[in-house]
C-alpha cells in the first residue's frame, strides 16, 4: 500500500481505461477522485467500491475543469486520461467535433497540470500520468483530430517534464494501441462506412492488423504501468512515452 496518503485524480475514470487506473492506484492505498460521465447509480457503486469521490465535471468546459481540481483539494496523482474519438475524412470532418476533441484530449490536461503543479511542487513530490496514444507516435487515416491531439499531448508531457525534472515531480505518457473499451467499440460504425468494411474486416483488417501480437491490450496493463510509474523506483523515468501496443510503433 505504498500510495497511502497520496490522492489521485483520474479524468474519465468512470468507464475502460481511466477505471482500471484509478482501482490499481486504490489497491495501492491512493484515495481516488472518479472524473467522467455515467449511470449516477453505477458511479456510486464506484465510488463505494473505491471509497472514492467523483466529479462530474465536463473537461471541455474550463469553468467545471477549475471547479473540479478545487473540490479535489491537493492533488499528487494527476492521471489526464478522458478522451474521445471520431473518425471522419478530413474534408467532412464537423468542425464542433474537432473542437471537443482539442479540448478534451488535449486542452484538458494543460488546465489540470497548471492547477496541480503548485500544490506538487510545495510537497516536492508528484506523477503525473498522460493516457496518449499508439496514435501519438503514428497516424492513421479519417482521426485527423484525435491525432493532432494525442501528438500534442505528448508534446506537452515532454515539455512539462523538463519544467518540473527538480521538483520530484515526472510526466510521463503511457501510450495503448488498441484496448477494447466503449471508445473503440463505438468507432466501428464510422470506421465501417468510412472504409466501405464489414465490422469483421475493421476488427481484423483495421484494428488488429495494426498490433504485431493480435490482441487487445486489457485495461488492467495499463493500471499496473500507472502504479509503476508511481514509485521510487520510477523517479528517474521522466518524459517518456510509453508503448503498450503490442509492437504498432516499432515498425
Ligand atoms: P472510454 O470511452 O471507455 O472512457 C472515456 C472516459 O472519458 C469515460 O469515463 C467518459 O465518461 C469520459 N469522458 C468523455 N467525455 C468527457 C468530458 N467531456 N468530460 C469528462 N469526462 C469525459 O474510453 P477509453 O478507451 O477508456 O479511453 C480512455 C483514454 O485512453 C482516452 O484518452 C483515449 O484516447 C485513450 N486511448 C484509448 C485506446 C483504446 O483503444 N481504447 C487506445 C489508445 C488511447
Known amino acids: 500500500m ?5 490522492r489521485a485524480l483520474v479524468t474519465g475514470s468512470t468507464s475502460g481505461i481511466g477505471l ?6 486504490a489497491r495501492e492505498g491512493a484515495s481516488i477522485v472518479l472524473n467522467g460521465f455515467g449511470d449516477e447509480s453505477e ?3 464506484l465510488c463505494e467500491e473505491l471509497g472514492a469521490t467523483h466529479s462530474g465535471s465536463d473537461l ?12 479535489a483539494g491537493g492533488v499528487d496523482i494527476l492521471v489526464n ?22 479540448a478534451l484530449n488535449l486542452t484538458a490536461a494543460f488546465h489540470t497540470t497548471r492547477l ?21 507516435k503514428a497516424a492513421s487515416p479519417y ?5 493532432s491531439a494525442k501528438h500534442g499531448l505528448a508534446g ?33 460504425p464510422d470506421t465501417m462506412k468510412a472504409r466501405g468494411m464489414t465490422r469483421e474486416q475493421v476488427m481484423n483488417d483495421v484494428l488488429l492488423a495494426k498490433q504485431p501480437t493480435k490482441k487487445f491490450v486489457q485495461p488492467e496493463e495499463l493500471g499496473a504501468l500507472a502504479v509503476f510509474l508511481c514509485r521510487d523506483e520510477a523517479q528517474n523515468v521522466n518524459g517518456a512515452n510509453w508503448s503498450v501496443d503490442g509492437g504498432w510503433t516499432a515498425e
Request: hydrophobic content about 45%; proline content about 5%.
Open 2 to 6: 505504498f500510495l497511502e496518503g497520496k
Open 20 to 25: 482500471a487506473i484509478a482501482r490499481a492506484l
Open 43 to 45: 458511479i456510486a457503486k
Open 60 to 71: 471541455t468546459d474550463v469553468a467545471q475543469i477549475e471547479e473540479m481540481m478545487a473540490e
Open 81 to 102: 486520461n478522458a478522451g474521445l474519438q471520431h473518425v471522419s475524412p478530413v474534408e467532412e470532418f464537423p468542425v464542433e467535433k474537432w473542437d471537443t476533441i482539442i
Open 116 to 136: 496541480s503543479v503548485p500544490g506538487m511542487k510545495e510537497k516536492g513530490w508528484g506523477r503525473i500520468i498522460n493516457t496518449a496514444s499508439a496514435h501519438s
Open 143 to 147: 482521426k485527423s483530430a484525435y491525432i
Open 156 to 188: 506537452f508531457t515532454k515539455t512539462i517534464a523538463l519544467e518540473l525534472a527538480e521538483h520530484g515531480i515526472t510526466a510521463n505518457c503511457i501510450s495503448p494501441g488498441y484496448v477494447w473499451t466503449p471508445l473503440v467499440e463505438n468507432q466501428i
